[in-house]
């Protein structure tokens, strides 16, 4: 079993090694029903005792087969987390989804951060997932990122104005044990510590062996706010796994030399990049979980590997010395499974 680390205040904890399910859903790569169902049980006898979802991961997709993968589990051994912000409609046009992902069922997703949006949000997950509990409720793909900064600034005013108050009656209610926020970008999370308690973010890519802004100002604000963050996309896409993209699409010239540049020190000491990224966020404090998202269950095996793999301090060194890692780095000797 991984070491289990608490949410924030909470006294929830999560297994140090995640999953990720939005690969599951099948938008990106065609992923079966059976070869999800694999994937989550591959994970489960590999230790793993968090999951992770939302409704826009195959557009329903990935809480389906979540449920269906782990609902014979005992319920009280694992923990969930899935995330509101869009509601499914359904897609009354044959086709692909208006984003250009592939649709694994037929439904559209619509952005909806508001008091009822939520509320309702949550019900709609308890139906796919065909589950009676949610620990986890992440706020999904909120922030200019992902909206452009007039129209992230109407929905942050309906968050603040009435999803936070969906999101703290749930917590309060004992419906969820935590609540945060799920994105890929920092600029969000810092302005949301501004008005209001969270328990964790959910960061994708962004504190990452190939990136660690948040050293800067994010993590500080979390350490000193109690709020825990688990860290999504630790291979930045795939870039740090041998793959060409980067932020979920062809990685620019000055990513791909640094990444060129970690991977020549990673290789000096016979250590798989992979293995490297993958244990490189866990040293850092607040952070409670990574949550790689493989494809398959052979991707995921792979991934244990990788965990395991011995890691000299001189390699950290030499990346910090090279200007590849940031001085205040908590570097970790090694992570492991019990």
């Given at each position: 079993?991984?070491?289990?680390?608490?949410?924030?205040?909470?006294?929830?904890?999560?297994?140090?090694?995640?999953?990720?399910?939005?690969?599951?859903?099948?938008?990106?790569?065609?992923?079966?029903?059976?070869?999800?169902?694999?994937?989550?049980?591959?994970?489960?006898?590999?230790?793993?005792?968090?999951?992770?979802?939302?409704?826009?991961?195959?557009?329903?997709?990935?809480?389906?087969?979540?449920?269906?993968?782990?609902?014979?589990?005992?319920?009280?051994?694992?923990?969930?987390?899935?995330?509101?912000?869009?509601?499914?409609?359904?897609?009354?046009?044959?086709?692909?989804?208006?984003?250009?992902?592939?649709?694994?069922?037929?439904?559209?997703?619509?952005?909806?951060?508001?008091?009822?949006?939520?509320?309702?949000?949550?019900?709609?997950?308890?139906?796919?997932?065909?589950?009676?509990?949610?620990?986890?409720?992440?706020?999904?793909?909120?922030?200019?990122?992902?909206?452009?900064?007039e129209t992230h600034a109407v929905h942050m005013r309906t968050?603040?104005?009435?999803?936070?108050?969906?999101?703290?009656?749930?917590?309060?209610?004992?419906?969820?044990?935590?609540?945060?926020?799920?994105?890929?970008?920092?600029?969000?999370?810092?302005?949301?510590?501004?008005?209001?308690?969270?328990?964790?973010?959910?960061?994708?890519?962004?504190?990452?062996?190939?990136?660690?802004?948040?050293?800067?100002?994010?993590l500080p604000l979390c350490a000193a706010r109690g709020t825990?963050?688990?860290?999504?996309?630790?291979?930045?896409?795939?870039?740090?796994?041998?793959?060409?993209?980067?932020?979920?699409?062809?990685?620019?010239?000055?990513?791909?030399?640094?990444?060129?540049?970690?991977?020549?020190?990673?290789?000096?000491?016979?250590?798989?990049?992979?293995?490297?990224?993958?244990?490189?966020?866990?040293?850092?404090?607040?952070?409670?979980?990574?949550?790689?998202?493989?494809?398959?269950?052979?991707?995921?095996?792979?991934?244990?590997?990788?965990?395991?793999?011995?890691?000299?301090?001189?390699?950290?060194?030499?990346?910090?010395?090279?200007?590849?890692?940031?001085?205040?780095?908590?570097?970790?000797?090694?992570?492991?499974?019990?």
């Amino acid at each position: 079993m991984w070491q289990k680390r608490r949410i924030g205040r909470t006294n929830l904890e999560v297994s140090a090694l995640g999953l990720g399910t939005a690969t599951m859903g099948g938008t990106r790569v065609k992923v079966t029903q059976a070869e999800a169902e694999a994937l989550v049980r591959a994970a489960w006898d590999g230790g793993v005792r968090y999951v992770d979802t939302a409704p826009y991961y195959g557009v329903g997709a990935a809480e389906r087969r979540v449920g269906d993968a782990l609902r014979d589990q005992p319920r009280d051994a694992w923990v969930l987390s899935t995330k509101v912000g869009r509601l499914l409609h359904p897609r009354r046009l044959l086709g692909e989804a208006t984003d250009g992902r592939m649709a694994t069922l037929p439904f559209e997703a619509v952005y909806d951060y508001s008091y009822d949006g939520i509320m309702r949000s949550v019900e709609d997950s308890y139906q796919r997932l065909g589950l009676a509990k949610i620990d986890i409720l992440f706020v999904h793909d909120i922030g200019t990122y992902q909206h452009g900064p007039e129209t992230h600034a109407v929905h942050m005013r309906t968050l603040k104005d009435g999803g936070y108050r969906a999101l703290d009656e749930l917590k309060r209610a004992g419906v969820v044990s935590a609540i945060g926020i799920g994105v890929n970008e920092r600029g969000v999370l810092i302005e949301a510590l501004e008005f209001a308690d969270w328990d964790v973010f959910l960061l994708a890519g962004r504190y990452t062996l190939l990136e660690q802004a948040p050293l800067d100002d994010l993590l500080p604000l979390c350490a000193a706010r109690g709020t825990s963050i688990v860290v999504g996309g630790p291979l930045n896409s795939g870039i740090l796994a041998g793959r060409d993209t980067w932020n979920y699409a062809a990685a620019p010239p000055d990513v791909i030399s640094r990444v060129d540049a970690i991977h020549a020190i990673c290789k000096r000491h016979h250590v798989p990049l992979a293995a490297a990224a993958l244990q490189f966020p866990l040293a850092h404090p607040q952070v409670a979980a990574i949550i790689p998202g493989p494809r398959s269950a052979a991707e995921f095996i792979a991934n244990l590997g990788f965990m395991n793999h011995k890691i000299p301090a001189a390699l950290w060194q030499d990346l910090r010395t090279a200007g590849l890692l940031h001085a205040s780095a908590p570097t970790p000797d090694r992570v492991g499974s019990d």
